[in-house]
């Protein structure tokens, strides 16, 4: 920390003053990081194994999955994640056991200080000074791990300073960000493929096959070993448990606990990544442990309590999620299908989504499932889809959807809408919407 003896102001008066030293809230770019990090003594030298995680959708969820199963086998992890849902202290974790925490208010505001006083008012991003202030951090304090999730991209990230991972991971590979990644799942994934390491070992998530051919070829230009799904390892479900398999045996395991056919794929991710991972031995204990003790809020998870729950009816059920692209809305699409399975139900969704996202693409799995969208601005966010606008891009996807004024209206509609059935209602579309959800319902 600084020894200075002066007083930082709050971390939310630094961050938002940050925020005025670039012009462009992204501009992909490692020559102003190596500025600042050179600037504060090189702390990405001084990081603890790390585990690298790119990927378009279940950077998240892995990164949950890699700390759970880390901290149930005792050791002490660091995580590194965006956006944060309610407070930017939830980004950086620090380790501690049993389990890491959120900075606290007293480092994250010197911390930031130091930086801002270190980068002198040269141009930097938000993500940029910010992810410094980070390994800063990381670097001060011990831990066994590092789970370090890249912000976008992964070739020109911020995160991507970081030499000699312990594993990369790529997560799958689809559609977002074009305006800065490309308009093609090869241009996509050859940026994600950038955080490959010669020599490192290689976690690749289900792709498609345009996507697995860019990291293929990437990989073999620089010499990174490969373990990839379907080939290398795998997981599936098989009478209540998970079934997982490498070239090094079978592991019968407990179902993770966070809902949706997809985190079978993203448990077994991290698992592989665990046992790849040459600097540390996590045992099956600790995987089994961490599969049924993670938590990763905003990610199909279950409200049950709160001024939004109370006014649902006895069973009724409210969803979170914060996917925003057409691949985060096929497997929630396909997880609340599931849901019906077991326990049928009117479905009605409540989503609010940005101006950069393919609304029409996130909705259309929906199709058949949802009886209703209302579409909802994202609080405090202006750039963000506004609701006609929304509830258009909807209806072409084939839903019915009607614009509400706010979340509280579009639930009361949607309570109203279902009437003596015991509904079950999904707010989505994004992770600030989420955020605002899990702010307001305490």
Excluded at 64 to 84: I, K, N
Excluded at 193 to 208: E, F, S, W
Excluded at 275 to 280: D, K, N, V
Excluded at 308 to 321: I, Q, S
Aim: charged letters at 20%; aromatic letters at 4%; proline letters at 7%.
């Amino acid at each position: 920390m600084s020894n200075d003896t002066h007083h930082p102001e709050a971390s939310d008066v630094i961050l938002e003053r940050v925020t005025r030293l670039h012009t462009k809230l992204i501009d992909l770019s490692l020559d102003r990081t190596w500025r600042l990090l050179a600037a504060l003594g090189h702390p990405e030298r001084a990081l603890p194994p790390t585990f690298h995680i790119a990927g378009t959708n279940g950077k998240g969820s892995v990164s949950a999955y890699l700390r759970a199963m880390l901290e149930a086998a005792g050791l002490g992890v660091h995580s590194y994640t965006s956006p944060h849902l309610v407070r930017f202290h939830e980004r950086i974790r620090l380790a501690a056991r049993p389990r890491s925490a959120p900075i606290d208010e007293v480092e994250l505001s010197q911390l930031l200080d130091e930086c801002e006083r270190i980068n002198a008012g040269a141009p930097i991003t938000f993500f940029e000074i910010t992810t410094c202030m980070a390994f800063l951090a990381f670097a001060r304090h011990p831990a066994d791990a590092l789970v370090l999730e890249v912000g976008m991209g992964g070739r020109l990230d911020t995160t991507n300073v970081v030499d000699h991972p312990a594993v990369t991971i790529i997560t799958p590979v689809d559609y977002d960000h074009q305006q800065f990644l490309g308009d093609t799942l090869d241009q996509i994934a050859r940026e994600k493929a950038g955080i490959l390491k010669p020599g490192v070992p290689a976690i690749i998530g289900p792709q498609t096959d345009e996507g697995r051919a860019a990291i293929e070829a990437e990989a073999a230009r620089i010499g990174a070993p490969l373990f990839i799904h379907g080939q290398d390892f795998g997981a599936h479900e098989e009478q209540g448990h998970l079934i997982y398999q490498d070239e090094s045996g079978l592991l019968d395991l407990p179902m993770p606990r966070l809902v949706g056919r997809h985190q079978i794929d993203n448990a077994a991710i991290a698992i592989a990544a665990l046992r790849q991972a040459r600097a540390l031995a996590i045992g099956e204990d600790a995987i089994a442990q961490g599969l049924r003790n993670v938590e990763w809020p905003a990610r199909m998870q279950r409200l049950t309590r709160g001024p939004l729950v109370a006014r649902l009816p006895a069973h009724g059920e409210l969803w979170l999620d914060g996917g925003h692209n057409p691949s985060a809305g096929r497997v929630v699409a396909h997880a609340m299908a599931d849901l019906a399975q077991a326990a049928p139900r009117p479905l009605v969704m409540i989503a609010g989504m940005k101006e950069t996202k393919d609304a029409r693409g996130f909705f259309a799995p929906f199709k058949g499932l949802a009886r209703h969208v209302f579409t909802v601005a994202i609080p405090d966010d202006p750039a963000c889809l506004a609701p006609e606008t929304l509830a258009e891009m909807a209806r072409a996807a084939g839903l019915d959807a009607t614009p509400a004024p706010s979340i509280e209206a579009a639930l009361e509609r949607a309570l109203a809408m279902t009437g003596d059935e015991v509904p079950r209602i999904l707010i989505c579309g994004s992770l600030y919407l989420a955020g605002a959800v899990l702010r307001d319902n305490g």
